[in-house]
């Protein structure tokens, strides 16, 4: 997506940009960032729970190489096996 795609998604110009970016550059900006809240953003409404489980490491070497062609994480990968599990379960 380039910025002319980004700022039409967002309804903004250029110039709004930039009169923005000088007016908070300069100090007369009166926006406001909305609530900033430190860390990562929270993946469920719900808390969430530790678990671990051992595999074999050949299973662990073709998640890594999944992970690598596809991007994305262990713990993303390993929701989305279980999420596809329970699905596949439920009917």
């Keep these: 997506m380039d910025r002319e795609e980004l700022n039409k998604k ?23 960032l909305g609530e900033i809240t430190p860390g990562r953003p929270r993946l469920y409404a719900e808390d969430l729970e530790t678990i671990s489980f051992r595999l074999p490491k050949s299973r662990v070497v073709a998640i890594e190489a999944v992970i690598a062609r596809k991007g994305g994480s262990r713990s993303e990968f390993l929701r989305s096996a279980v999420d596809y599990a329970l699905l596949m379960s439920s009917g």
């Design 10 to 32: 967002f309804g903004v110009t250029e110039e709004q940009l930039n009169a923005w970016a000088e007016e908070y550059e300069n100090g007369s900006w009166k926006g406001s």
